[in-house]
């Protein structure tokens, strides 16, 4: 049964906040994206790093309003939260060896960011994968791994902001 795995009354203030807040900040940082739209644009690292955050950003939110649709099974969800979890995973981690590869801002890399951001897609995904077989620990790995994450997302907004400032 849904509510033993997934109860979607306790989850429903978590996945508001985390969906409001995702959404408002995606506004904000593509604001912030397009007044510094050259220095995004010209360097490597900055672009990656506007598409990550993007990315990320729409992720959070996605997964917050799928948790939020009603008469959903836990195995739905876990479908769901696996697709976009895995699908902003790979743009993340694309988006970090990219920017390595083109050597544009190194300064600006950190291979702890990498790593990290890797990491929370990967709890997602697991997270995911425990939810659709039936553990409700997948809910709260699921969620730690979104929390985690958003702070990837606001500390990466806020140097992309820092990084464009300097140019």
Request: glycine share 12%.
């Amino acid at each position: 049964m849904i509510g033993e795995i997934y109860n979607p009354d306790q989850w429903n203030n978590f996945f508001v906040l985390v969906g409001t807040g995702s959404a408002a900040l995606t506004g904000l940082v593509f604001v912030a994206m397009t007044i510094n739209s050259k220095g995004v644009t010209k360097d490597g690292t900055h672009r990656h790093r506007a598409m990550n955050m993007l990315t990320g950003f729409t992720a959070a939110f996605i997964i917050s309003a799928l948790a939020l649709m009603g008469h959903q099974t836990h195995r739905t969800l876990g479908i769901e939260w696996l697709i976009v979890s895995v699908l902003a995973g790979i743009i993340n981690t694309n988006g970090y060896i990219q920017a390595f590869r083109l050597r544009s801002s190194l300064y600006a890399l950190s291979l702890f960011r990498m790593v990290g951001g890797t990491a929370c897609y990967v709890g997602q995904i697991v997270g995911s994968l425990l939810l659709y077989f039936g553990s409700s620990a997948g809910t709260y790995i699921s969620a730690v791994s979104l929390i985690i994450n958003f702070c990837f997302f606001v500390s990466g907004s806020w140097l992309l902001i820092l990084g464009n400032s300097e140019k």
